[in-house]
């Protein structure tokens, strides 16, 4: 039972467009929602992160949309740097458990062609 | 760098034997969350363990186990080792042990049986 789905497994986008990465959930108890960066041969790395009383929150040049009404979440780069291309993971966990343990996506890689 | 260590970066072994897995967390965090990454798979829940005690268990075979001592530090035991149980095996750390709390991941150790 996936939990949470990122449908696109790769996306290549131009140096200086935007990248758009998706993400979907099923489950209507997760309160928290965060992306993580994955390099090859190296442990994800926090990106940033939005709780369910917020629709937007932005980071630099990372934003991350959050519809909860739909079940879905987005995050946005822009402009997109190949220093970008990696692994995105979208992850989420429930608000009300006494765990912080998070649900992961399958992952998308990014390509930022320069 | 992230701050969480762990040991060793790469295991080959044989199926049927046993491993440990070492991960000490970033200074100051209390929590230590497992998770495996197999091919072409998301990062899967493990355990978590706050403070020595274990706070929450995902889809965790039998066959493994883990604990937290004292200093802090965490080992995931995985005995009587299967070609499937290859993957790469991540630890996370947070300070506290709620949703919504940033994990900081290690590197991972990279898990061959053959």
């Known amino acids: 039972d996936q939990q949470v789905k990122q449908n696109s497994p790769s996306l290549s986008v131009q140096e200086g467009r935007i990248s758009i990465l998706n993400c979907d959930y099923t489950?209507?108890?997760?309160?928290?929602f965060l992306w993580y960066k994955k390099y090859p041969a190296e442990g994800p790395t926090f990106l940033i992160s939005?709780?369910?009383?917020?629709d937007k929150n932005e980071d630099g040049r990372f934003t991350v949309f959050l519809n909860k009404s739909a079940k879905h979440l987005s995050l946005h780069i822009v402009p997109s740097q190949p220093g970008d291309s990696a692994v995105y993971f979208c992850?989420?966990?429930?608000?009300?458990?006494?765990?912080?343990?998070?649900?992961f996506g399958q992952g998308t890689t990014l390509q930022v062609k320069p | 760098d992230s701050g969480v260590t762990q040991t060793p970066k790469h295991l080959i072994t044989a199926t049927g034997q046993r491993v440990t897995l070492r991960c000490s967390p970033r200074?100051?965090?209390?929590?230590v969350y497992w998770y495996q990454q197999s091919l072409d798979q998301g990062l899967q829940f493990l355990i978590h363990?706050?403070?020595?005690?274990?706070?929450a268990k995902g889809n965790i075979l039998e066959r493994f186990s883990a604990q937290q001592f004292p200093d802090l530090h965490s080992e995931l035991n995985l005995s009587s080792l299967e070609l499937g149980d290859s993957a790469l095996y991540f630890c996370?750390?947070?300070?506290?042990?709620?949703?919504?709390?940033?994990?900081?991941f290690g590197p991972g150790t990279r898990l061959l049986v053959l």
């Open positions: 992850a989420a966990s429930v608000g009300s458990s006494n765990t912080g343990k998070l649900i």
């Open positions: 200074s100051g965090d209390l929590s």
């Open positions: 363990y706050y403070n020595g005690e274990e706070r």
């Open positions: 939005i709780s369910s009383i917020k």
């Open positions: 489950n209507s108890m997760f309160d928290y």
């Open positions: 996370a750390s947070s300070v506290d042990r709620g949703p919504g709390e940033t994990q900081y």
